[in-house]
């Protein structure tokens, strides 16, 4: 049995604290040796001297490491051995060392349910022989532990920055395909649409606008003027925008609307609308009421063509018609009537 008189070893420093260990031993003065020189080298103790208190304090705290001595009443270390290893196949998350102190060999073999057998231990080394391992497992396991939290922490890490990056990169393309006054697609938007529109292969109906005399605008009240009837057409229009179609800034006072599964019909009402909205009520400006009205020009795929350049070109090509008829209409390129 342990000497009380043994020399022990200096006290373990705080920060080199020890794995808890839970001490299950009916003989009062055994148990108060190992408790008394477990806690010295730094390890919490759990002491416990029937099987009732054992279990108790192993289902409370779950200590790593169990020194049970063979004797307990009632087959108590047996019991909780089994628990004990029981419960550590079903929770990977807990790790037991148990070691069975035995003062003599007896016919029981505790092997299938125990990491290490202590034989009458004499000194503190055969404590510390038989928990080692078990020590050094713990520490293997957190120190895995450790570098799993520390591959998911950097693993969150970087899935945070890409989305920040993607988030980023998606507002920069936003960026990139708006037109920064009135806030509606730019030519750039508006041509990588269409051409999705026309890959596509369904009806399609584009329409280009241009508002008639800006330029007078702009010299007589100026550009901030110019750029507060920008804002308002865009947003006036925005309004009366058949669900589906989509307006694109092209550049200074010229407009593109996009009018997907629609012909040259529907094309023709959406542009008509777009039309009476400006004709029917000035923009309120800060130098008064300002009148404003359109051109614009309709083309349909139900032209002969070939790309939706073509398509383009033809919107193009009416609208020249409709400014050179006298502006504040429409035309198609499939025909010379005015359209509204």
């Keep these: 049995m342990l000497q009380p008189e043994m020399a022990l070893p200096p006290p373990i420093p705080k920060e080199r604290r020890r794995p808890s260990v839970l001490l299950a031993d009916a003989d009062p003065a055994r148990r108060g040796l190992l408790a008394h020189h477990l806690r010295h080298v730094g390890h919490e103790v759990w002491e416990a001297n029937n099987a009732a208190s054992a279990f108790e304090l192993f289902e409370c705290h779950h200590p790593p490491l169990l020194l049970v001595d063979q004797n307990l009443p009632a087959k108590g270390a047996e019991r909780l051995l089994r628990h004990s290893r029981e419960l550590g196949q079903r929770t990977p998350s807990i790790f037991v060392w148990s070691v069975l102190v035995q003062n003599k060999q007896t016919g029981f073999d505790p092997m299938p349910l125990c990491d290490q057998v202590l034989l009458t231990p004499t000194n503190h080394d055969d404590v510390h022989r038989t928990l080692a391992p078990g020590i050094r497992l713990l520490g293997l396991l957190e120190s895995l532990e450790s570098e799993r939290d520390a591959a998911r ?40 649409h269409l051409k999705d529109c026309w890959d596509k292969k369904g009806s399609l109906g584009v329409v280009m606008l241009d508002l008639d005399h800006f330029k007078e605008i702009n010299d007589q009240f100026g550009h901030g003027v110019g750029d507060v009837v920008l804002e308002a057409v865009a947003t006036r229009w925005r309004r009366c925008t058949r669900s589906g179609d989509q307006l694109y800034r092209m550049g200074g006072e010229e407009f593109l609307l996009l009018c997907p599964r629609a012909d040259e019909g529907v094309t023709v009402l959406a542009a008509e609308r777009l039309r009476r909205s400006l004709e029917e009520q000035p923009i309120i400006t800060d130098a008064g009421p300002i009148a404003v009205t359109l051109s614009a020009g309709v083309a349909a795929r139900t032209l002969p063509m070939n790309s939706h350049h073509a398509l383009l070109r033809a919107a193009d090509r009416a609208l020249y018609r409709a400014k050179d008829a006298g502006r504040n209409q429409i035309r198609c390129e499939s025909s010379q009537r005015r359209a509204g």
Aim: no cysteine.
């Design 153 to 192: 922490i950097a693993l969150e890490t970087a899935h945070r920055e890409t989305k920040r990056a993607q988030m980023a990169t998606e507002r920069m393309r936003r960026q990139a395909l708006t037109d920064d006054l009135t806030r509606l697609g730019n030519r750039r938007a508006a041509l990588d």
